[in-house]
């Protein structure tokens, strides 16, 4: 066989079998949404397998709820004075004595931190000279004072205020690392039976069989810390004392799972 005729017949090979692919049938995958009352899911299939699979994605979400294990109250006092060096003084003489008064109702160094110090300029526009013109120095201090006793956050704000505290932020109730861990574990436990529960409905309604779960994620899990802020009349010298009720702390979880169906 001479060479042309080689050449022929493996090209006519060459034919043949790129013929045989294109007569493959190649896979499909259909996707189709459904509205229901759980909200709206979607089942996939594939086509063209031995076996057509089919999957069902739900999504789970659960919510709990626990007393907070501890506060922290941001306060501290805003002083004004003609030179820098007279605006800080005064307004560490006052610092101290909120530490001091703090002291008195149980609350140690440890538990207090700074979170803010700045020193500004106060200043006015002079119509005469079209400038600015320096009046004064503002000195600012916030300190975060922490304690386990939440029912204790009314005292230290009073006793602040009492001792020349004029700026009270924000009260934040929230939770120990530990305790936060293990509600974020249970909500996840209750997120993936709210799942189940959703499947097990939609799945009766069609008139299908969840054979297994195919595939799961966690969506998120959101810890969202009780916060009250303002707190004006304690700040304006109200005699009556400060009454501070704490709210619950929710930690909230959601998965995304895929069951597969038969």
């Excluded at 996939?44 to 979400?61: A, C, W």
């Excluded at 189940?196 to 994620?217: F, G, H, P």
């Amino acid at each position: 066989m001479d060479l042309t005729k080689i050449l022929l017949v493996a090209i006519l090979i060459v034919a043949v079998m790129s013929l045989g692919v294109l007569m493959i049938k190649p896979e499909t995958e259909t996707i189709e949404r459904i509205p229901s009352e759980y909200g709206d899911f979607k089942i996939l299939s594939s086509e063209g397998t031995e076996e057509p699979k089919y999957l069902l994605n739900v999504n789970g979400e659960a919510k709990i709820s626990a007393d907070p294990e501890k506060v922290e109250v941001y306060l501290g006092a805003e002083t004004d004075a003609k030179t820098a060096k007279e605006s800080q003084q005064d307004n560490a003489d006052i610092m101290q004595a909120i530490r001091d008064s703090l002291k008195l109702i149980g609350i140690s160094s440890e538990d207090i931190e700074t979170t803010e110090y700045s020193l500004t300029v106060i200043q006015h526009w002079d119509e005469d000279t079209e400038k600015y013109v320096i009046t004064g120095y503002r000195t600012t201090h916030i300190i975060k004072i922490e304690s386990t006793d939440i029912n204790k956050a009314g005292d230290i704000i009073d006793k602040a205020v009492q001792n020349g505290a004029n700026k009270v932020s924000n009260v934040v109730f929230s939770l120990t690392d530990e305790k936060i861990e293990k509600m974020r574990l249970d909500a996840l436990k209750k997120a993936g039976i709210n799942a189940k529960e959703k499947a097990d409905a939609i799945a009766d309604s069609l008139d299908v069989t969840i054979k297994r779960v195919y595939q799961v994620s966690e969506s998120y899990v959101y810890y969202s810390p009780y916060v009250q802020r303002g707190y004006e009349m304690a700040v304006s010298g109200a005699a009556a004392p400060t009454e501070i009720s704490p709210g619950q702390i929710e930690v909230s979880a959601s998965l995304s799972v895929s069951y597969e169906l038969v």
